[in-house]
């Protein structure tokens, strides 16, 4: 379960990120190659914070069954995150940089409601756990876990 977790989180926030580039910047043929490579490496780095911030959520027992309980609450955290990375593109909350490269200005994502709305996403999608039917749930004993 843990790899497809992760597997979903970093997917999510490669899309995320790609999307943000195209929003923003292109500059021709070398947009189109590093851009993703830049896109993996960031979205490696979102989902390694990620995991590290949910380690509670995987080893706390009473934090894990009440997180699995709730389990609605990452879909609500994946909806609010989406909608702070939509309205930081909206006319009221973008901000104009200068772009050096190319010598002009660029309207960009306001970046904390981004960044935030970013993580957050991947936070969501990384510990998302949906609640299986019982036909499907494996037996297990005290000492073994359910991923």
Known sequence: MII???????????????????MTTYDGV????FQPIMGAIFAGIAVTL?????????????LREAWRRLWWLPLFFGAVGFALMVISWLPPF???????????????????MALSGWLLSVFAALHFWFPLPKFLRRAHSDGHTQA
């Open 50 to 62: 990620c995991f590290i911030l949910g380690l509670p959520i995987r080893f706390i027992r009473s």
């Open 30 to 33: 070398l947009s189109m190659i």
């Open 94 to 112: 973008r901000q104009t940089v200068h772009d050096y490269t190319m010598d002009r200005q660029v309207e960009t994502f306001q970046p904390a």
């Open 4 to 22: 497809a977790q992760l597997a979903v989180a970093f997917v999510v926030a490669w899309f995320y990120y790609m999307i943000a580039m195209m």
